[in-house]
């Protein structure tokens, strides 16, 4: 699905086969999921979907937020990879290899 989101052209992945995929905007993908599952159980009981597709449903939105939380620590880590904290001393990266 093609969106706007802060006036730029987003892609987020709607279905299970591309929700995850490298262009899909995965925090935008977790809120619209979020926002499906907290319809699903707003709905009357005699208007929801049955216990396999909310399983489904369930299961997508586990996997967005391990995606989101893995991505946001990668994007951490990379921020911080300059900083003097981060860095090796001298020859150490070879002398852990000999």
Not at 9 to 16: A, H, N, R
Not at 41 to 52: G, I, P, T
Request: aromatic share 10%.
């Amino acid at each position: 699905m093609n969106l706007q989101y802060k006036e730029q052209p987003v892609k987020v992945g709607v279905q299970f086969s591309n929700v995850l995929a490298s262009e899909s905007n995965v925090d935008l993908a977790f809120a619209l999921q979020l926002a499906k599952i907290d319809r699903i159980l707003s709905a009357k009981r005699k208007n929801r979907e049955s216990l396999v597709e909310f399983q489904k449903d369930w299961e997508l939105l586990e996997r967005l937020s391990n995606a989101s939380a893995e991505r946001k620590h990668a994007q951490n880590w990379f921020s911080t990879a300059g900083s003097s904290e981060l860095a090796l001393p001298s020859g150490a990266f070879s002398a852990a290899f000999q």
